[in-house]
């Protein structure tokens, strides 16, 4: 109950337009396991024309690419992290678990008062 | 473009469930303005079951009442924030900024490598 009391924080990056965040950041870790961005969104219950509007619109912001296609193989080609996507979802992670890291940190004495709160309408 | 690349962070509490976050201190404010639940929630096109709910969930979540009702009055009762309510929104607000401002402040250096993959590929 209120003594558990807790942050959630999310991050997401914005350029112009939003452009990165938790939904990003997922489908990118499963294309890298599944390495097909059909599967990938696939797997989310993501229809595959908006996992590909949401990279290109991240790669478009972000100014570099995230994604690179293999043409042939035995799947028939498929999809691949570039190494500025590995460094993004890197970096992406690490600073979230930063701020969240920050957040407890600061929790408790930001909202000490809630405790009193309780006690005082009890 | 790329260049204004920047976090927007937002902060939730949880306690057994997810009882605060932007939508209900919006939802507050309102109240605030407004005098009456059902007015805030209409101006944010909420159904004032919903605002009930949300608001119910939080208070029996944080282990205080955030919204005091009165009966009677020229505009036949309505509902004002408690003392606690408005400590919330200011703990709450200060807390979000504190949040914000350690995000801009390790912005840079966590994703310094972003510009240098936009060279790199360009």
């Known amino acids: 109950m209120a003594d558990q009391l807790h942050p959630v924080v999310s991050v997401r990056l914005f350029g112009t337009r939003k452009c990165f965040g938790p939904g990003v950041a997922e489908l990118l870790r499963r294309v890298d396991e599944r390495h097909s961005l059909r599967a990938a969104a696939q797997s989310m219950e993501m229809a595959y024309s908006k996992a590909w509007t949401i990279t290109k619109n991240a790669e478009a912001e972000l100014g570099f690419k995230l994604l690179a296609s293999s043409a ?5 080609g498929g999809a691949a992290l570039t190494d500025d996507a590995r460094r993004l979802l890197d970096a992406y992670g690490a600073y979230c678990a930063e701020l969240r890291d920050y957040a407890e940190r600061r929790f408790d004495e930001a ?4 405790a009193e709160a309780r006690e005082t309408q009890a």
Chains 1, 2 share one sequence.
Not at 72 to 76: A, T, V
Request: proline share 0%; charged share 10%; net charge positive.
């Open 72 to 76: 042939g193989g035995k799947n028939g």
């Open 111 to 114: 909202f000490a008062f809630c």
